[in-house]
């Protein structure tokens, strides 16, 4: 019977040298926690103990539940009948193990009746949740609502909300798009009416696409100021799901069959404020959004890493020319290069999850000392590192799980299009990833900012660039240096240039140059821990130096043709 | 409702590698990882739903080494509500016959009032499905062996299916009664992570006195209500000459390692005629019909 968390020695080394004892003691307020909850740790050393505990658990319930149900789950989809949207028998089995070993509301903290987990520990159960099921983590990764919740609603809706997530009781949805409203979240016309003599707040419109839209309980975006056209006349709702809520269709997909993606109506839906009104879109959602974002890239790793097992298995068994096809240089070239891939994303992916964290604690440290200095300092840089790195991470994360995924079904040749073995589903559930929660030609625009600024290079240089490495980490440090220094002459071509229209459509370029050498400096990092590692670590930053001076090159040679002749080059001539 | 289940630590057969023999042909504990017994999750399992039912205290008890302490944790970790470590040196050898000698005693002393007692069918050890049995004959109790569901609890009555060899029959019987649990007849439910949390320093009174443990930690385990009690000989009223090896009628004279070897094969093709064929043989042998 397979773990999933005991199996991954990658994840296992991941979360050994999660550097997190800093905000873990922050987070749990210097262990203060143990006077009043009976599974509170005593120390540092019985956190990380207990994170062990808590993803072996997880590990358990993924490998030998989720994972064997999957399948069917693909293949039975969810029910729709009446207005009433059903899960496919598997994913209820899943979501009653899953939630009932308290998996629920992993973050929140203990006096809401949660773990108070680091999203670091919490975005590994992710990970093995997708890797399992990626249907499934859309449903169990909306528990991330409750975040939300905790973070901008009141005491009193925390209270009477919040143990509901902690305990398994509900699910949740952030139900924000709308038919003309998608990437464009400022577009949003769903109406919140306040009614003045009883202070309840009704919503009137439509929905599309929502995840889990069936939730019991539901975060939902409303337009508050009557007559307002952009996003500062939006406001955040909790909703309980009602006979006011109709479900009027699920939509049929590519992929990720076990997670019901509904067409909504309220007709008067009572609502309850969350936080301010007017702050809906720019400060709430984008907070949702962000911890949604690092869920989603989590979930294209995890879907990743079941392909890259199966084709792995798949090219040590099928022969041909009488030998094994993982002996053939074009198949190894894709496993090894899947495997680099794989990792970088997990390098990328956990420490963001620090830098979120550290972000989260010390927003909290700042609103009880408001005239701490240092702790705001403090914040603002976390907050900007987090802001970038989040982005980043989807970006890479998620395409590389569609890339990985291709490759698996490549190395499987014929068989791979077959429904006879998973890689096919693998495929079709990534596919989505790069989509929601932001395309990543959105991530791209999140990201670019913060790589233009210098966020990035200063992040390096205190981090990363100024380490005595072992003298057999030097020329991987120096193809780090090449990539750096490509990265540099493009970011002076665009400040050269001074032309949005450049900037835009190269800052692509840039931002994928930038997600490895990002990443391929947290690697080097790991890998002075780990031979194994620093081999990974080498191949990953050769195909990053050959990635850069290629995507480089159009930026620095100004290949403008697109830009200049789009409407020629566009048109169909018939 | 009081509830006792009597659970067991196996070496993990169904992970045997190649050093699980010793060269004298015992077994290589060592080198044998150890698990809950599966049908004793199982009866747990059970236990444990009908706690949620109709409310109950789960007792959980399991008679072996201080290491056993082990699968007490895991019932903790799940939802039992006590566990006792039914151990000392003078049960080590100790057959069916003794160790359902020693469990009954033990019942008698910690749970008096049982109304039912959960046991699985059998141990994946040694497979001879006889412990549970004799429990309820020593304590005087009905029994229902292989049950696969419990349909009801009422007035002192339960209503249960069992397995049998035409069926499944349906049964009612008066409680207390013991019952043995048949494996894979419910999906036993992984740890809660809070109680996890909440135990996961659990000890045996055994290990809190070993070196390691500190006065700080003792103090706190006391505190936490931690402590794992040990039920040793003297907490027992049992005849010291019934119990252990030398209680034991049951020996072992050798063991034998059974490999079934083919003498004769045929190969049939995989269609109508190969299928009737194959059948009008096996018919014309006797081997079946």
Not at chain 1, 229 to 256: A, N
Not at chain 2, 113 to 128: C, E, K, P, V
């Amino acid at each position: 019977m397979a773990n999933f968390f005991e199996d991954n020695k990658d994840l296992l080394f991941h979360l050994e040298h999660a550097d997190i004892d800093e905000v873990v003691t922050l987070m749990e307020n210097n262990f203060k926690d143990v006077e009043s909850y009976d599974y509170a740790p005593r120390n540092i050393k019985e956190a990380r103990r207990n994170y062990t505990e808590i993803l072996r658990v997880a590990g358990d319930i993924m490998g030998n539940v989720v994972a064997p149900n999957s399948e069917s789950v693909d293949e039975e989809g969810c029910g729709f009948d009446n207005g009433k949207v059903e899960y496919a028998r598997g994913t209820k089995e899943n979501l009653k193990a899953i939630l009932g070993a308290d998996l629920g509301g992993m973050t929140i903290p203990r006096r809401y009746g949660g773990l108070n987990l680091p999203s670091t520990v919490s975005t590994m159960v992710i990970e093995m949740v997708s890797r399992a099921d990626a249907s499934l983590m859309n449903i169990v990764g909306l528990q991330d609502i409750g975040e939300t919740i905790f973070e901008f609603a009141s005491e009193e809706i925390k209270q009477k909300y919040l143990p509901m997530f902690t305990s398994g009781k509900v699910t949740g949805a952030m139900i924000l798009t709308e038919p003309d409203a998608g990437s464009d979240l400022q577009a949003v016309q769903t109406k919140a009416i306040l009614d003045e003599k009883t202070g309840v707040w009704h919503l009137h419109g439509v929905k599309r696409f929502i995840t889990n839209g069936c939730a019991e309980i539901s975060l939902v975006l409303a337009r508050s100021e009557a007559g307002s056209k952009d996003g500062r006349g939006l406001s955040m709702f909790l909703i309980e799901r009602d006979d006011t809520v109709q479900i009027r269709r699920i939509e049929h997909k590519l992929g990720i069959h076990g997670s019901p993606t509904c067409e909504m109506q309220f007709n008067g839906t009572p609502a309850i404020l969350i936080g301010k009104r007017k702050l809906g879109l720019i400060r709430y959602v984008m907070a949702l959004m962000n911890g949604a974002r690092l869920g989603v890239s989590a979930q294209g790793l995890g879907i990743a890493e079941a392909a890259y097992r199966e084709a792995l298995k798949y090219a040590k068994e099928r022969e041909q020319f009488g030998e094994a096809i993982i002996n053939f240089p074009p198949v190894y070239d894709m496993l090894t290069s899947m495997r680099a891939q794989i990792e970088g994303s997990r390098a990328i992916i956990y420490e963001t999850c620090r830098y979120v964290d550290l972000k989260k604690v010390y927003t909290q440290l700042c609103e009880h000392n408001e005239t701490n200095q240092e702790y705001k300092n403090l914040l603002k840089k976390y907050t900007a590192i987090a802001s970038l790195l989040t982005p980043m991470a989807k970006a890479y994360s998620t395409e590389m799980s569609n890339r990985v995924t291709y490759d698996a079904i490549q190395i499987h040749g014929g068989t791979g299009f077959m429904k006879d073995f998973p890689v096919e589903r693998f495929a079709r559930d990534a596919r989505i990833t790069n989509i929601y929660e932001g395309t990543t030609q959105l991530q791209v625009v999140a990201a670019i900012g913060g790589i233009v600024n210098g966020t990035l290079a200063e992040l390096l240089a205190a981090d990363y660039e100024n380490i005595d490495y072992p003298r057999e980490l030097h020329s991987i440090q120096e193809n780090l240096n090449s990539i750096k220094s490509v990265l540099n002459r493009c970011l002076n071509e665009f400040s050269e240039r001074n032309d949005k229209e450049f900037v835009s459509y190269f800052s692509r370029n840039v931002v994928d140059m930038a997600c490895e050498l990002f990443i391929g400096y947290r690697m080097l990092k790991l890998s002075i821990h780990n031979e194994r590692k620093r081999v990974i670590t080498r191949l990953f930053v050769e195909k990053a130096l050959s990635n850069a001076l290629k995507l480089a090159e159009p930026v620095l040679k100004r290949h403008t043709t697109a830009i200049t002749n789009r409407d020629l080059i566009m048109e169909v001539v018939e | 409702m009081e509830i006792v289940v009597l659970v067991k630590q196996v070496p993990d057969t169904a992970n045997v590698g190649a050093d699980a023999m010793k060269e004298d042909g015992t077994v290589n504990r060592a080198a044998l990882k150890t698990v809950f017994n599966p049908d004793d999750l199982n009866a747990l399992e059970m236990a444990l739903e009908i706690k949620e039912r109709y409310g109950a205290n789960v007792s959980v008890i399991t008679m072996g080494p201080p290491k056993a302490v082990e699968i007490l944790k895991e019932s903790l970790y799940r939802g039992a509500d006590k566990v006792y470590l039914l151990s000392d040196p003078k049960f080590a050898g100790s057959d069916t016959l003794a160790t359902s000698l020693i469990l009954k005693s033990a019942i008698e002393a910690k749970v008096k009032n049982f109304d039912i007692i959960m046991a699985g069918r059998q141990a994946i050890d040694g497979d001879t499905a006889q412990v549970g049995p004799q429990i309820a004959e020593k304590l005087n109790v009905p029994q229902v062996t292989f049950v696969t569901d419990v349909e009801e609890v009422k007035n002192g009555k339960m209503r249960l299916s069992r397995l049998s060899d035409e069926g499944t029959e349906i049964v009612e019987c008066k409680t207390p009664v013991l019952l043995t649990v048949e494996g894979g007849v419910n999906n036993p439910r992984p740890p809660r992570v809070k109680r996890l949390l909440k135990y996961v320093n659990a000890m045996s009174s055994f290990q809190m006195n070993e070196d390691w443990v500190t006065d700080e930690d003792v103090e706190y385990l006391k505190k936490r209500e931690l402590e794992i009690p040990v039920i040793s000989f003297c907490d027992i009223v049992v005849n010291p000459e019934y119990i252990g090896l030398a209680g034991s009628p049951t020996r072992v004279k050798e063991i034998h390692s059974v490999v079934f070897k083919s003498i004769e094969t045929k190969d049939y093709p995989a269609n109508q005629d190969g299928i009737n064929n194959m059948m009008k043989e096996l018919v014309s042998e006797h081997i079946i019909g």
